[in-house]
């Protein structure tokens, strides 16, 4: 159980059905926040919303495609109706496709970006509003190490986040006025169903265990897990975070502190 971190706040996560997503969420609720769910796929909405009960904390749930802005806005003003407020808001959807500029295709980047990206501005624009008539909010959102480096074959996602990170930094000036700070969290290697790539999960991969775990390309020597980071979004949610707005949090157990 938690220590009542996020006693009385009420908290959006996008990318709640499945992984990291689930985890924020878990954790949230854990430590007192009422939480609002946002996934398009229903049966993982379903099965972070029966975990929540199971702890005696049941969430609100809302299925739908974050890139649907009249369904997005209506989540949103439906939280504030039924919860009073909303103080957290997560940005942590997104989808993986991979490809180099040679064979990948305009629909892909179209898409890539609309999710990843575009996304997290709109739930941004439609939630900030509510956190500005309070004079308190933290934005959350999720990029990766892959928003700064580049593994290659997946050019739009590495584009996204660091979109993230760069829309990071000017909703952190845009929004300190109004007490909402707006942090990104850069996670590396998690194992997730978003790892799993052509029916298998990168993380377990001969060519990963030899380079990243065996060699210590990653010093830490093991992959992540969403338990491994879904501190740092409780950290970026609480009131120990609150002189800090703009900045990007690696958790990726000493990866891009070597080479
Ligand atoms: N897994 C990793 O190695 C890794 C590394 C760095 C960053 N990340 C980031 O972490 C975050 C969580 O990813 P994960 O690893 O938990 O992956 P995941 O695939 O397990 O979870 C992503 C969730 O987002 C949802 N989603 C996707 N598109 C959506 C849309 N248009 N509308 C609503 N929901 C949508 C999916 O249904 C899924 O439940 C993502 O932002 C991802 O880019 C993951």
Redesign the pocket.
């Known amino acids: 159980m938690g220590r009542g971190l996020l006693n009385d706040r009420v908290a959006i996560i996008?990318?709640?059905?499945?992984?990291?997503?689930?985890c924020v969420a878990l954790e949230y609720a854990d430590e007192g926040a009422t939480v609002a769910l946002?996934?398009?796929?229903r049966a993982?909405l379903a099965q972070t919303q029966a975990e929540l009960e199971r702890r005696g904390r049941p969430g609100l749930s809302y299925p739908?495609?974050?890139?649907d802005y009249e369904a997005y806005r209506a989540a949103i003003a439906d939280v504030v109706q039924r919860a009073g407020k909303v103080d957290i808001l997560v940005n942590?959807?997104?989808?993986?496709r991979y490809g180099t500029i040679l064979d990948d295709t305009l629909e892909d980047w179209r898409e890539t970006l609309r999710?990843?990206l575009e996304?997290v501005y709109m739930g941004t624009k439609l939630t900030v509003p509510f956190m500005v008539e309070r004079r308190f909010g933290r934005v959350i959102s999720?990029?990766?190490?892959?928003g700064f480096l580049s593994s290659g074959g997946c050019g739009a996602?590495n584009a996204a986040?660091g979109g993230i990170i760069a829309l990071t930094k000017s909703l952190a000036v845009e929004l300190a006025p109004y007490n909402i700070a707006v942090n990104a969290v850069?996670?590396?290697?998690?194992?997730?169903?978003?790892?799993v790539i052509d029916g298998v999960d990168e993380t377990t991969t001969e060519d990963f265990q030899t380079w990243y775990v065996q060699k210590r390309h990653i010093p830490m020597a093991r992959t992540?897990y969403?338990e491994d980071v879904s501190g740092a979004f409780v950290f970026l949610a609480s009131d120990y975070c609150r002189y800090m707005t703009g900045q990007v949090l690696v958790i990726d157990g000493g990866l891009t502190s070597t080479f």
């Open positions: 996008t990318g709640a059905g499945s992984g990291l997503g689930r946002i996934d398009r796929d993982g739908l495609d974050v890139t942590n959807a997104a989808i993986a999710v990843n996304a999720t990029a990766s190490i892959q996602y986040k850069a996670p590396g290697f998690m194992r997730t169903p978003m790892s992540g969403p």
